[in-house]
C-alpha cells in the first residue's frame, strides 16, 4: 500500500518539478519574449469606466501603476526596471507633478505569473483607478493582461524590446521593436563580412519569430544561415551546442537566448577556448545587468545590440546614472530596459500635460509626436502605432563590465512593428 | 574522429553533474524516501556559498591567496548546506516520514521559502563567481579538441564524492547505522540506535553534498535564487532511473542520461533531445518499474 502513495507522489513530484522549471526559464533578462504587455489603465477614459477618471484625478495626487514582478523569476530583471520607473516619478513630483498633481505610484507585484498580472491590472484599474500602468516584461504577462485593458479602456507602457509584429491601440511601447534592434545589427553583420551565421536562441516566442526575421533578411541580403538551435528555457548545459558551432563554422553566433541560460552558454563558450577574437557572438538579451550577473571576463569583446547604454555620451545621460547611482547605490548600473521604463513616465506626464487631462483618450490623442530628451538621445512618439523613434546601437562588451559603442544609426529610426517597409519581409506579418 | 572524442567526453562531463546533483537527493530520497523538493535550493545554497566565500577572500585576505578559495568554498558550502539541512530535518521533515505527498508539498513550499529568502538576502539578479584561474583553460589533446579543466575537475570531485560517500555508507559504523535504520528502523531501534540522530544526519548529509554541487556548479553555469529549479527534474530522473536506495543505480542512471542526452542532442536539437531521453526513460521503466537497480529486501515497502 505504501508503494501506491509513493509512486503517486513521484509523479506529482516530477510534474510539479517540471512546472518550476519551466517557469525557471523563462525568467531573466530578456526582455524579449515578448514584449507585449498590455497597460491597463484605468482611467476614466474607458466608456466602460466613465466614473473612474474623475477619481484618478482627484484630490492633490493622480495614481499611476507600477505592475513588475517583484518576486518569482522575472525579479531579476523587472525589479531594476521598477527602481528606474519610480526614480522618474520622484523627479517628475520634485518639479512640481504633472498638471499640479503629484503622481503617487500604486506598486504591485506580477509575482512572475501570468494570470497575477492580469488580476493586478484589473485591480489597479477598477479599485485603485490609477491613470496609467507602467508595466509587463515577457509577452506572456502582457497577453495575459491585454483582455483587462481593452476591456476597461487603459492604458499600457510597456518597456521592453520585443518581436514586433504587433501594435495594440491600449498600449505605448517604448522599447525596440524588431527594426530598431535586430534588423539593423543584421545589417551590420553583412557590412562587416560576417556572412555565415549560426543562429541560438531559448525555445520560445521571442527567439523563433526573431530568428524568423533574421533568417529572411540574411536570405534577401547575401548572408547565410547555417544551423538554428533552440534550447529549452533553463538550459544549462552547451557543450553539444557549442560541439555544433565548432562544427559548422559560422562567421558570428547570433545569441537571443534568455536569461540565465546565457551565463551557461558564455562560461561554457570560454571553457572550450573560444574568445570573442575566434568567434563573435552579438546578443540582444544581454545588458549591463546581465554583463554583471555573468561575469564580465567572459564576455570581453563580444557585441550587444540595444538602443540604450549606460555609456551612452549624452547630457541627459550622466544626469540619469548619477542619479540612479545616487538613489540605489554607486555599484548599480543603468540598462536599456530601465531607461525605456524611465522615458516611459517622462512620455506619459508629457502627454498628459499637453491633453490637460489624465483621460486615457485625451492622453493618447495628445501622445502623438510628442518629444523627449532621452537618456539614449531624443525620442518622438509615433502616432501611427505608439512605438517611439529610437537610435539603434550596436555596442562591445568591456573588461569592466560596460558596453562602449561601435556603431549607432546616426539618429533616431521610425519604429515599424510590422515590417511594411521591408520587401524581404513581406510575408513574415501575415500569420 | 575528433567530434566522437569530444562528444564521448561531453557525454561523461554531463553525467558527471547529474550524478553530481543526484547524489544528494539520493541520500534523502533514495534512502530517506521524503521527496525532497528543496533539493534544488540546497544546490543553491552552496552556489551561494561560494559566492560569499569568494567575497570574503575578495575582502579580506591578500590577491595572492584568491585562488585557494575554491576548496575553501566546496568546504563552507557542505558546512552551511548541512547544517541547513540538520535545521530542516529536525524542525519539518521528521514528522512527515511515511507520508510522501505531504513530503512533497512541505519540501517545495521551503524550497519557495529558500529562494525567496536568497533574492531578499542576496537581491534578484544573478551574482557573478569568478572562477580560480588554475581551472581556467583545457587540456589539448589534438588540435580542435579541448578537454576543459573544469569539466575534468567536476568529474573528478564527483568521483571523490562517491568514494567519500561509499567509504561512509558502507565501510563506516555510521553508516551501517544509518542503513539499519533505513532498511528496518524498528529492528534498529531495538537494537539501541538512536534512529533520530541517524535521520537527522542523514538528511543533513544528503544536503550537504547537494551543496557541494552547488558549489561546482558556479564554474559551469549561473547564480541565482531560481538555479535550484534547474536542476531538480534531472535529479529525481537519475535517482528513479537508477533505482530509488541503489548509490550504484544512481551511477548508472546518471551515466544514462547524460550519455543518450549528449548523444540526441547531436544528432537531433537540444529540445528534441530532451523530449527523447525522457521517452527512453519513460519505456525503460514500463519495462523495469523499479529501475535499474531494485533493491530486493523483505522490508520495503
Given at each position: 500500500?505504501?508503494?501506491?502513495?509513493?509512486?503517486?507522489?513521484?509523479?506529482?513530484?516530477?510534474?510539479?518539478?517540471?512546472?518550476?522549471?519551466?517557469?525557471?526559464?523563462?525568467?531573466?533578462?530578456?526582455?524579449?519574449?515578448?514584449?507585449?504587455?498590455?497597460?491597463?489603465?484605468?482611467?476614466?477614459?474607458?466608456?466602460?469606466?466613465?466614473?473612474?477618471?474623475?477619481?484618478?484625478?482627484?484630490?492633490?495626487?493622480?495614481?499611476?501603476?507600477?505592475?513588475?514582478?517583484?518576486?518569482?523569476?522575472?525579479?531579476?530583471?523587472?525589479?531594476?526596471?521598477?527602481?528606474?520607473?519610480?526614480?522618474?516619478?520622484?523627479?517628475?513630483?520634485?518639479?512640481?507633478?504633472?498638471?499640479?498633481?503629484?503622481?503617487?505610484?500604486?506598486?504591485?507585484?506580477?509575482?512572475?505569473?501570468w494570470p497575477t498580472f492580469a488580476e493586478k491590472?484589473?485591480?489597479?484599474?477598477?479599485?485603485?483607478?490609477?491613470?496609467?500602468?507602467?508595466?509587463?516584461?515577457?509577452?506572456?504577462?502582457?497577453?495575459?493582461?491585454?483582455?483587462?485593458?481593452?476591456?476597461?479602456?487603459?492604458?499600457?507602457?510597456?518597456?521592453?524590446?520585443?518581436?514586433?509584429?504587433?501594435?495594440?491601440?491600449?498600449?505605448?511601447?517604448?522599447?525596440?521593436?524588431?527594426n530598431q534592434q535586430i534588423i539593423p545589427s543584421v545589417d551590420f553583420l553583412l557590412e562587416k563580412g560576417k556572412k555565415k551565421v549560426f543562429l541560438l536562441g531559448s525555445d520560445y516566442v521571442f527567439p523563433r519569430t526573431a530568428n524568423k526575421i533574421i533568417k529572411a533578411q540574411l536570405a534577401a541580403k547575401g548572408g547565410e544561415t547555417v544551423a538554428e538551435e533552440y534550447t529549452p528555457l533553463g538550459h544549462t548545459d552547451y557543450t553539444t551546442i557549442i560541439a555544433k558551432i565548432k562544427e559548422a563554422k559560422p562567421d558570428v553566433v547570433y545569441n537571443t537566448l534568455n536569461g540565465d541560460s546565457n551565463v551557461a552558454f558564455f562560461k561554457q563558450l570560454k571553457d572550450a577556448g573560444i574568445t570573442s577574437a575566434d568567434l563573435m557572438t552579438i546578443s540582444v538579451s544581454v545588458a549591463e545587468e546581465e554583463v554583471k550577473g555573468i561575469g564580465p571576463e567572459y564576455l570581453t569583446g563580444h557585441l550587444v545590440a540595444w538602443d540604450y547604454y549606460q555609456t551612452t555620451d549624452t547630457p541627459e545621460n550622466k544626469v540619469f546614472v548619477e542619479n540612479f547611482k545616487k538613489e540605489y547605490g554607486a555599484d548599480s548600473v543603468t540598462s536599456d530596459p530601465m531607461e525605456a521604463g524611465y522615458v516611459a513616465v517622462y512620455l506619459w506626464a508629457a502627454a498628459a500635460e499637453k491633453a490637460g487631462s489624465f483621460e486615457v483618450d485625451k492622453v493618447k490623442a495628445a501622445a502623438k509626436g510628442i518629444e523627449f530628451n532621452a537618456p539614449e538621445g531624443k525620442v518622438t512618439i509615433d502616432g501611427d502605432n505608439q512605438h517611439i523613434y529610437k537610435t539603434v546601437r550596436i555596442g562591445e562588451i568591456k573588461a569592466d563590465g560596460q558596453i562602449v559603442e561601435l556603431w549607432n544609426s546616426g539618429g533616431p529610426v521610425k519604429p515599424d512593428p510590422y515590417l511594411k517597409t521591408y520587401d524581404w519581409a513581406k510575408g513574415l506579418s501575415d500569420k | 574522429m575528433e567530434v566522437w572524442v569530444s562528444q564521448v567526453f561531453n557525454g561523461l562531463s554531463v553525467s558527471s553533474i547529474l550524478l553530481l546533483i543526484a547524489l544528494g537527493l539520493a541520500i534523502t530520497f533514495g534512502l530517506m524516501r521524503v521527496i525532497n523538493m528543496a533539493h534544488g535550493e540546497f544546490i543553491m545554497i552552496g552556489a551561494y556559498?561560494?559566492?560569499?566565500?569568494?567575497?570574503?577572500?575578495?575582502?579580506?585576505?591578500?590577491?595572492?591567496?584568491?585562488?585557494?578559495?575554491?576548496?575553501?568554498?566546496?568546504?563552507?558550502?557542505?558546512?552551511?548546506?548541512?547544517?541547513?539541512?540538520?535545521?530542516?530535518?529536525?524542525?519539518?521533515?521528521?514528522?512527515?516520514?511515511?507520508?510522501?505527498?505531504?513530503?512533497?508539498?512541505?519540501?517545495?513550499?521551503?524550497?519557495?521559502?529558500?529562494?525567496?529568502?536568497?533574492?531578499?538576502?542576496?537581491?534578484?539578479?544573478?551574482?557573478?563567481?569568478?572562477?580560480?584561474?588554475?581551472?581556467?583553460?583545457?587540456?589539448?589533446?589534438?588540435?580542435?579538441?579541448?578537454?576543459?579543466?573544469?569539466?575534468?575537475?567536476?568529474?573528478?570531485?564527483?568521483?571523490?564524492?562517491?568514494?567519500?560517500?561509499?567509504?561512509?555508507?558502507?565501510?563506516?559504523?555510521?553508516?551501517?547505522?544509518?542503513?539499519?535504520?533505513?532498511?528496518?528502523?524498528?529492528?534498529?531501534?531495538?537494537?539501541?540506535?538512536?534512529?533520530?540522530?541517524?535521520?537527522?544526519?542523514?538528511?543533513?548529509?544528503?544536503?550537504?553534498?547537494?551543496?557541494?554541487?552547488?558549489?561546482?556548479?558556479?564554474?559551469?553555469?549561473?547564480?541565482?535564487?531560481?538555479?535550484?529549479?534547474?536542476?531538480?527534474?534531472?535529479?529525481?530522473?537519475?535517482?528513479?532511473?537508477?533505482?530509488?536506495?541503489?548509490?550504484?543505480?544512481?551511477?548508472?542512471?546518471?551515466?544514462?542520461?547524460?550519455?543518450?542526452?549528449?548523444?540526441?542532442?547531436w544528432w537531433t536539437d537540444a529540445s528534441l533531445g530532451k523530449v527523447l531521453v525522457f521517452l527512453c526513460i519513460v519505456a525503460f521503466l514500463q519495462w523495469k518499474p523499479m529501475g535499474m537497480f531494485a533493491v530486493r529486501t523483505r522490508s520495503l515497502d
Amino acid at each position: 500500500m505504501k508503494k501506491g502513495n509513493w509512486l503517486k507522489g513521484l509523479v506529482l513530484a516530477m510534474t510539479a518539478s517540471l512546472v518550476l522549471a519551466g517557469c525557471g526559464g523563462k525568467n531573466n533578462n530578456e526582455a524579449s519574449s515578448s514584449a507585449s504587455s498590455s497597460a491597463p489603465t484605468s482611467s476614466e477614459a474607458s466608456s466602460s469606466a466613465p466614473a473612474s477618471s474623475a477619481a484618478a484625478a482627484g484630490g492633490d495626487t493622480v495614481k499611476v501603476g507600477i505592475l513588475h514582478s517583484l518576486s518569482g523569476t522575472m525579479s531579476i530583471s523587472e525589479v531594476t526596471v521598477k527602481n528606474s520607473e519610480l526614480m522618474a516619478i520622484k523627479e517628475i513630483n520634485a518639479k512640481g507633478g504633472v498638471l499640479g498633481k503629484q503622481i503617487e505610484a500604486v506598486v504591485e507585484d506580477g509575482a512572475s505569473d501570468w494570470p497575477t498580472f492580469a488580476e493586478k491590472a484589473r485591480k489597479l484599474l477598477t479599485e485603485d483607478k490609477v491613470a496609467t500602468v507602467f508595466g509587463g516584461w515577457t509577452s506572456s504577462s502582457r497577453k495575459a493582461m491585454l483582455p483587462v485593458f481593452e476591456e476597461l479602456n487603459g492604458l499600457l507602457w510597456y518597456p521592453v524590446q520585443y518581436e514586433g509584429l504587433e501594435s495594440s491601440p491600449n498600449i505605448f511601447y517604448t522599447g525596440a521593436t524588431t527594426n530598431q534592434q535586430i534588423i539593423p545589427s543584421v545589417d551590420f553583420l553583412l557590412e562587416k563580412g560576417k556572412k555565415k551565421v549560426f543562429l541560438l536562441g531559448s525555445d520560445y516566442v521571442f527567439p523563433r519569430t526573431a530568428n524568423k526575421i533574421i533568417k529572411a533578411q540574411l536570405a534577401a541580403k547575401g548572408g547565410e544561415t547555417v544551423a538554428e538551435e533552440y534550447t529549452p528555457l533553463g538550459h544549462t548545459d552547451y557543450t553539444t551546442i557549442i560541439a555544433k558551432i565548432k562544427e559548422a563554422k559560422p562567421d558570428v553566433v547570433y545569441n537571443t537566448l534568455n536569461g540565465d541560460s546565457n551565463v551557461a552558454f558564455f562560461k561554457q563558450l570560454k571553457d572550450a577556448g573560444i574568445t570573442s577574437a575566434d568567434l563573435m557572438t552579438i546578443s540582444v538579451s544581454v545588458a549591463e545587468e546581465e554583463v554583471k550577473g555573468i561575469g564580465p571576463e567572459y564576455l570581453t569583446g563580444h557585441l550587444v545590440a540595444w538602443d540604450y547604454y549606460q555609456t551612452t555620451d549624452t547630457p541627459e545621460n550622466k544626469v540619469f546614472v548619477e542619479n540612479f547611482k545616487k538613489e540605489y547605490g554607486a555599484d548599480s548600473v543603468t540598462s536599456d530596459p530601465m531607461e525605456a521604463g524611465y522615458v516611459a513616465v517622462y512620455l506619459w506626464a508629457a502627454a498628459a500635460e499637453k491633453a490637460g487631462s489624465f483621460e486615457v483618450d485625451k492622453v493618447k490623442a495628445a501622445a502623438k509626436g510628442i518629444e523627449f530628451n532621452a537618456p539614449e538621445g531624443k525620442v518622438t512618439i509615433d502616432g501611427d502605432n505608439q512605438h517611439i523613434y529610437k537610435t539603434v546601437r550596436i555596442g562591445e562588451i568591456k573588461a569592466d563590465g560596460q558596453i562602449v559603442e561601435l556603431w549607432n544609426s546616426g539618429g533616431p529610426v521610425k519604429p515599424d512593428p510590422y515590417l511594411k517597409t521591408y520587401d524581404w519581409a513581406k510575408g513574415l506579418s501575415d500569420k | 574522429m575528433e567530434v566522437w572524442v569530444s562528444q564521448v567526453f561531453n557525454g561523461l562531463s554531463v553525467s558527471s553533474i547529474l550524478l553530481l546533483i543526484a547524489l544528494g537527493l539520493a541520500i534523502t530520497f533514495g534512502l530517506m524516501r521524503v521527496i525532497n523538493m528543496a533539493h534544488g535550493e540546497f544546490i543553491m545554497i552552496g552556489a551561494y556559498g561560494a559566492y560569499m566565500t569568494q567575497q570574503i577572500f575578495k575582502s579580506y585576505l591578500p590577491k595572492s591567496l584568491f585562488d585557494a578559495y575554491f576548496p575553501v568554498a566546496i568546504v563552507i558550502s557542505f558546512v552551511i548546506a548541512f547544517a541547513i539541512g540538520y535545521l530542516l530535518e529536525v524542525t519539518l521533515i521528521r514528522f512527515l516520514y511515511g507520508r510522501p505527498l505531504d513530503s512533497l508539498l512541505a519540501t517545495w513550499g521551503v524550497g519557495l521559502m529558500l529562494q525567496q529568502l536568497a533574492r531578499s538576502i542576496f537581491g534578484a539578479p544573478n551574482v557573478a563567481v569568478a572562477s580560480p584561474s588554475w581551472l581556467d583553460g583545457g587540456l589539448t589533446l589534438f588540435s580542435g579538441t579541448v578537454l576543459p579543466y573544469k569539466r575534468l575537475f567536476i568529474i573528478a570531485l564527483v568521483a571523490s564524492c562517491l568514494f567519500a560517500m561509499y567509504l561512509y555508507i558502507y565501510r563506516s559504523n555510521a553508516g551501517r547505522r544509518m542503513r539499519a535504520v533505513m532498511q528496518n528502523r524498528d529492528m534498529a531501534a531495538c537494537l539501541g540506535i538512536s534512529t533520530r540522530r541517524v535521520d537527522a544526519f542523514t538528511f543533513a548529509i544528503g544536503s550537504g553534498i547537494a551543496g557541494i554541487a552547488g558549489c561546482a556548479l558556479t564554474l559551469i553555469g549561473p547564480i541565482g535564487p531560481s538555479i535550484g529549479t534547474y536542476y531538480i527534474v534531472d535529479a529525481f530522473m537519475v535517482v528513479v532511473l537508477g533505482g530509488v536506495g541503489k548509490l550504484v543505480g544512481t551511477v548508472a542512471g546518471a551515466l544514462g542520461i547524460g550519455v543518450f542526452n549528449t548523444l540526441f542532442e547531436w544528432w537531433t536539437d537540444a529540445s528534441l533531445g530532451k523530449v527523447l531521453v525522457f521517452l527512453c526513460i519513460v519505456a525503460f521503466l514500463q519495462w523495469k518499474p523499479m529501475g535499474m537497480f531494485a533493491v530486493r529486501t523483505r522490508s520495503l515497502d
